[in-house]
């Protein structure tokens, strides 16, 4: 349809709800619809849509950023937008003083917005309760979910899953006896005093892999036995609901064992700080899984994937790969300028992407109008796109501006360097047993 006198251009505005049980929640395309249906009837001019602004799976009653409706504030603001209509005014916002401030803006560009039926959104004493009427109902919303899924607890249905879990169809339908059996091995080992990695190494020695194909590791197994389900067990908010309505696979005082053996010997640490030089820098040259590291050696640990064919004493590698890497910063020429320094691009992105959370979050609170908002949040994402593209084509330079400042670093500025200078460094097995380290060895 060609826009003419008698159709006046004008824009409409989608939302699809998160929430399950909004009502209102319906397809783009029945919003769209309906919009439609309005702007034909519409008396004594017609309206034709020639603007679309859609925003899809994003709740307007939790602050989030809405891209679709930000550029519709920023057309309103620059005079490209005149008319708008919308399926329902929640649709707009649910959020009472959001809305108000976008009843704000139109009124001041002289901007005439519509529902599908015909209801004029404006800044009057309709709209606002209306405003309060829909963020209650929101909050209704959210509370019948949470009061729903507590009930489903309580009265021990079984959890939604997305995949099947280990040991039973999707959503606990029913048991799958063969894995069942597997796990109930793993319990028995675990109790009967067992690693979980020698486990898991006899488990994949076996070939009998997860039904996913992939090998077992030791989280795998620590995750499954954990499992309050395997004991018809529900778990919601942290309580434990022992009246589930499906089938166990082990009864509840074995969990409840379990349990305890697996949380007083949490085998994985809570320090994340990488410990080792060459962590993350050492593959292994026959399979290329990153080497672990182990107190005193670096090895090709076969729990995270690897063969298990190479082993070396960590002392020998560190020093050779500390003196290789001093003197090449030795035969680098000297900076005429000033001192390189270490790239902080990264670090520039995470504290934009905060301002970014922080700028939404105070017009949430009201301390900014949406147009301050816009204007922020547009001038955030230019030069996060900026400093991403920095990121993705600039090649590093060393955080170290000489060999001895190198050599007097801590072993997370060392292994930074190396890394830089050298990426990832394969690792060759000796040739024979009892063979030690030798340069040789180590393919850049």
Same mark, same amino acid.
């Given at each position: !349809?060609?826009? +003419? /006198?008698?159709?006046?251009?004008?824009?409409?505005?989608?939302?699809?709800? *998160?929430? #399950?049980?909004?009502?209102?929640?319906?397809?783009?395309?029945?919003?769209?619809?309906?919009?439609?249906?309005?702007? /034909?009837?519409?008396?004594?001019?017609?309206?034709?849509? &020639?603007?679309?602004?859609?925003?899809?799976?994003?709740?307007?009653?939790?602050?989030?950023?809405?891209?679709?409706?930000?550029?519709?504030?920023?057309?309103?603001? %620059?005079?490209?937008? #005149?008319?708008?209509?919308?399926?329902?005014?929640?649709?707009?916002?649910?959020?009472?003083?959001?809305?108000?401030?976008?009843?704000?803006?139109?009124?001041?560009?002289? =901007?005439?917005?519509?529902?599908?039926?015909?209801?004029?959104?404006?800044?009057?004493?309709?709209?606002?309760?209306?405003?309060?009427?829909?963020?209650?109902?929101?909050? %209704?919303?959210?509370?019948?979910?949470?009061?729903?899924?507590?009930?489903?607890? =309580?009265?021990?249905?079984?959890?939604?899953?997305?995949?099947?879990?280990?040991?039973?169809?999707?959503?606990?339908? %029913?048991?799958?006896?063969?894995?069942?059996?597997?796990?109930?091995?793993?319990?028995?080992?675990?109790?009967?005093?067992?690693?979980?990695?020698?486990?898991?190494?006899?488990?994949?020695?076996?070939? &009998? @892999? $997860?039904? &996913?194909?992939?090998?077992?590791?030791?989280?795998?197994?620590?995750?499954?036995?954990?499992?309050?389900?395997?004991?018809?067990?529900?778990?919601?908010?942290?309580?434990?609901?022992?009246?589930?309505?499906?089938?166990?696979?082990?009864?509840?005082?074995?969990?409840?064992?379990?349990?305890?053996?697996?949380?007083?010997?949490?085998?994985?640490?809570?320090?994340?700080? =990488?410990?080792?030089?060459?962590?993350?820098? @050492?593959?292994?040259? @026959?399979?290329? =899984?990153?080497?672990?590291?182990?107190?005193?050696?670096?090895?090709?640990?076969?729990?995270?994937?690897?063969?298990?064919?190479?082993?070396?004493?960590?002392?020998? *590698?560190?020093?050779? !790969?500390?003196?290789?890497?001093? /003197?090449?910063?030795?035969?680098?020429?000297?900076?005429?300028?000033?001192?390189? $320094?270490?790239?902080?691009?990264?670090?520039?992105?995470?504290?934009?992407?905060? /301002?970014?959370?922080?700028?939404?979050?105070?017009?949430?609170?009201?301390?900014?109008?949406?147009?301050? !908002?816009?204007?922020?949040?547009?001038?955030?994402?230019?030069? @996060?796109?900026?400093?991403?593209?920095?990121?993705?084509?600039?090649?590093? &330079?060393?955080?170290?501006?000489?060999?001895?400042?190198?050599?007097? %670093?801590?072993?997370?500025?060392?292994?930074?360097?190396?890394?830089?200078?050298?990426?990832? *460094?394969?690792?060759?097995?000796?040739?024979?047993?009892?063979?030690?380290?030798?340069? +040789?060895?180590?393919?850049?």
């Amino acid at each position: !349809m060609t826009v +003419s /006198e008698e159709a006046l251009p004008c824009a409409w505005y989608g939302r699809k709800s *998160v929430v #399950k049980d909004d009502k209102d929640a319906d397809s783009i395309e029945v919003q769209r619809m309906k919009c439609d249906q309005y702007c /034909e009837t519409r008396e004594p001019e017609r309206w034709v849509i &020639t603007a679309e602004y859609v925003d899809e799976g994003i709740s307007a009653s939790k602050g989030l950023y809405r891209p679709g409706f930000m550029r519709l504030i920023a057309d309103i603001e %620059s005079g490209a937008v #005149k008319r708008v209509v919308v399926r329902e005014q929640a649709r707009l916002s649910r959020d009472d003083l959001e809305l108000l401030l976008f009843l704000r803006t139109v009124k001041a560009h002289e =901007v005439e917005v519509r529902d599908a039926s015909g209801r004029e959104i404006k800044n009057d004493l309709h709209t606002k309760l209306k405003a309060l009427v829909d963020t209650d109902y929101a909050d %209704s919303v959210k509370k019948n979910s949470t009061e729903h899924q507590e009930w489903v607890a =309580v009265t021990g249905r079984p959890p939604g899953t997305g995949k099947r879990p280990y040991g039973y169809t999707k959503n606990y339908a %029913s048991v799958v006896e063969e894995e069942a059996e597997v796990i109930r091995e793993m319990a028995k080992r675990v109790l009967a005093g067992d690693a979980l990695y020698t486990i898991a190494k006899d488990l994949n020695e076996r070939g &009998t @892999l $997860k039904y &996913t194909g992939n090998t077992w590791k030791t989280q795998d197994i620590s995750l499954i036995l954990k499992r309050s389900e395997n004991a018809r067990i529900r778990t919601y908010k942290g309580v434990e609901y022992p009246n589930g309505q499906w089938d166990e696979i082990y009864d509840e005082d074995t969990y409840r064992k379990l349990r305890l053996v697996l949380d007083e010997n949490e085998p994985f640490s809570r320090n994340t700080k =990488v410990k080792y030089l060459l962590t993350g820098v @050492l593959a292994c040259g @026959l399979c290329g =899984v990153l080497l672990s590291a182990k107190t005193d050696r670096y090895w090709c640990n076969p729990n995270r994937g690897g063969c298990g064919k190479v082993t070396r004493n960590m002392k020998a *590698v560190d020093d050779y !790969m500390i003196r290789l890497t001093y /003197e090449h910063i030795k035969r680098l020429p000297k900076p005429n300028a000033e001192p390189v $320094k270490e790239d902080t691009t990264q670090q520039e992105i995470e504290l934009l992407q905060q /301002e970014r959370a922080d700028t939404v979050q105070a017009k949430k609170d009201g301390v900014i109008t949406l147009k301050d !908002m816009s204007e922020l949040v547009r001038d955030i994402d230019f030069k @996060l796109k900026e400093l991403q593209k920095h990121a993705a084509q600039t090649a590093l &330079t060393i955080p170290v501006d000489t060999a001895e400042e190198f050599l007097n %670093s801590d072993t997370d500025r060392k292994r930074s360097v190396i890394k830089r200078i050298y990426g990832v *460094v394969g690792l060759n097995p000796t040739g024979r047993k009892g063979k030690r380290f030798h340069p +040789s060895q180590l393919e850049f």
